[in-house]
């Protein structure tokens, strides 16, 4: 499958720029037993540039596989770090939009974590559609759930909001997708739409390959979303980088002819341009590094372990997979305990683990967690090396 129209503007100037052969095609899904772990199928990436719009994407993305309605493990909300942030963003929307009792809605809410705190902030109702969400996870009265993919049916549903986190940048079907929601809008226009996506341009300044996995198939700029959401119908009212710019955030509404007005962030094309360049000049050499490091700790007998599962240690891992360092994978999602990683076959454990295991390495997914990591480590008596990415 090669998709030769740019999902965003439907040009055709595409470029194929960077590419990783054989990734494991889930990421997220539970597995149980290392058989199951290492057949998880596999599929080649390939990043994309289209020079009229300026979005990213994998041209390779097989569109006919159902990637959501298996079940997959993705709640963050067990970090302190991670729910400071979450309730941060809830109660500035709160604020910013009068969302107070208001009744908002979520699509692709997984397994609730969100609308359930927002719900919970601001007194009001709250509305969940997504095929993945477990009946009876949520137990708030409050709360409408529709274990459903997101489509024309639910335009009747009214709300003061509608988010979508980190969703997007799973769907091939961009444009489509954000037209989907603004067709519903036409007798609601005060609607605010907010999506969370990661961004695109941090990924290619430090060359963080671990965020480039197969589940991801869309990866958007400021710039691209910006111009996407102009040309769906959508005044932009807040566009913002947050999370250590790990985290683009899109405030809009509904109009019938959306303003010219940018934003600061919303680089040009010719930007984004230089920037693939300098990735391409980049990236080998950092993945060399990663290489060098981890052949020595092997050579040196050291035991490394990986803390922080999901969709970054598969990311990571899949281009090191062949030293075979790494054992196990850290994470402090209960839920993660004793599953397999998809595409590794390493073995999810708790934090505990580490207590007896005494690592000599530590190498953490997301540098934002360092100091929660770090001191957790510490508490436990574990005093090793520390990498984050
Ligand atoms: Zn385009």
């Given at each position: 499958?090669?998709?030769?129209?740019?999902?965003?503007?439907?040009?055709?100037?595409?470029?194929?720029?960077?590419?990783?052969?054989?990734?494991p095609i889930f990421s997220l899904v539970t597995v149980k037993?290392?058989?199951?772990?290492?057949?998880?199928?596999?599929?080649?990436?390939?990043?994309?540039?289209?020079?009229?719009?300026?979005?990213?994407?994998?041209?390779?993305?097989?569109?006919?596989?159902?990637?959501?309605?298996?079940?997959?493990?993705?709640?963050?909300?067990?970090?302190?770090?991670?729910?400071?942030?979450?309730?941060?963003?809830?109660?500035?929307?709160?604020?910013?939009?009068?969302?107070?009792?208001?009744?908002?809605?979520?699509?692709?809410?997984?397994?609730?974590?969100?609308?359930?705190?927002?719900?919970?902030?601001?007194?009001?109702?709250?509305?969940?559609?997504?095929?993945a969400y477990e009946v009876g996870r949520q137990n708030n009265?409050?709360?409408?759930?529709?274990?459903?993919?997101?489509?024309?049916?639910?335009?009747?549903?009214?709300?003061?909001?509608?988010?979508?986190?980190?969703?997007?940048?799973?769907?091939?079907?961009?444009?489509?997708?954000?037209?989907?929601?603004?067709?519903?809008?036409?007798?609601?226009?005060?609607?605010?739409?907010?999506?969370?996506?990661?961004?695109?341009?941090?990924?290619?300044?430090?060359?963080?390959?671990?965020?480039?996995?197969?589940?991801?198939?869309?990866?958007?700029?400021?710039?691209?979303?910006?111009?996407?959401?102009?040309?769906?119908?959508?005044?932009?009212?807040?566009?913002?980088?947050?999370?250590?710019?790990?985290?683009?955030?899109?405030?809009?509404?509904?109009?019938?002819?959306?303003?010219?007005?940018?934003?600061?962030?919303?680089?040009?094309?010719?930007?984004?341009?230089?920037?693939?360049?300098?990735?391409?000049?980049?990236?080998?050499?950092?993945?060399?590094?990663?290489?060098?490091?981890?052949?020595?700790?092997?050579?040196?007998?050291?035991?490394?372990?990986?803390?922080?599962?999901?969709?970054?240690?598969?990311?990571?891992?899949?281009?090191?997979?062949?030293?075979?360092?790494?054992?196990?994978?850290?994470?402090?999602?209960?839920?993660?305990?004793?599953?397999?990683?998809?595409?590794?076959?390493?073995?999810?454990?708790?934090?505990?683990?580490?207590?007896?295991?005494?690592?000599?390495?530590?190498?953490?997914?997301?540098?934002?967690?360092?100091?929660?990591?770090?001191?957790?480590?510490?508490?436990?008596?574990?005093?090793?090396?520390?990498?984050?990415?």
């Amino acid at each position: 499958m090669l998709h030769t129209k740019c999902p965003n503007c439907g040009g055709q100037h595409i470029e194929g720029f960077f590419e990783i052969k054989n990734a494991p095609i889930f990421s997220l899904v539970t597995v149980k037993s290392k058989e199951e772990a290492l057949n998880v199928p596999r599929k080649d990436i390939e990043l994309a540039f289209c020079s009229d719009c300026g979005f990213i994407f994998n041209r390779k993305f097989d569109t006919t596989i159902d990637y959501f309605t298996g079940g997959y493990e993705d709640q963050q909300g067990f970090s302190k770090t991670f729910m400071e942030y979450l309730t941060g963003i809830s109660k500035e929307l709160i604020a910013k939009y009068n969302l107070e009792g208001k009744t908002t809605m979520e699509i692709g809410c997984g397994k609730g974590d969100f609308i359930n705190l927002l719900t919970n902030l601001n007194g009001g109702k709250g509305i969940g559609i997504d095929p993945a969400y477990e009946v009876g996870r949520q137990n708030n009265p409050n709360l409408t759930f529709y274990k459903e993919f997101y489509s024309e049916k639910h335009g009747g549903l009214k709300a003061a909001m509608i988010s979508c986190r980190h969703t997007l940048e799973h769907i091939h079907g961009t444009y489509e997708f954000l037209k989907l929601i603004r067709n519903s809008l036409d007798n609601s226009m005060d609607t605010v739409v907010f999506f969370e996506i990661p961004q695109i341009s941090r990924i290619l300044d430090i060359q963080a390959f671990w965020d480039i996995y197969y589940e991801h198939c869309s990866y958007f700029s400021a710039g691209s979303l910006a111009r996407m959401f102009r040309a769906a119908g959508y005044e932009i009212l807040d566009l913002r980088l947050v999370y250590s710019d790990q985290y683009l955030l899109i405030e809009a509404k509904p109009c019938a002819k959306p303003s010219t007005k940018t934003f600061e962030i919303e680089e040009s094309i010719e930007v984004q341009r230089a920037r693939i360049a300098n990735f391409k000049t980049k990236i080998e050499e950092q993945l060399g590094d990663w290489r060098k490091k981890l052949t020595a700790l092997k050579q040196a007998n050291k035991k490394v372990v990986v803390w922080g599962g999901g969709s970054k240690s598969v990311g990571f891992l899949t281009n090191f997979a062949d030293i075979g360092v790494i054992e196990y994978v850290v994470d402090i999602n209960p839920n993660m305990k004793g599953n397999y990683i998809p595409g590794i076959g390493k073995q999810y454990q708790s934090p505990d683990f580490l207590k007896d295991y005494q690592p000599d390495a530590v190498i953490i997914m997301n540098g934002v967690y360092q100091k929660e990591i770090t001191q957790s480590l510490n508490d436990m008596g574990c005093y090793p090396e520390v990498y984050a990415l």
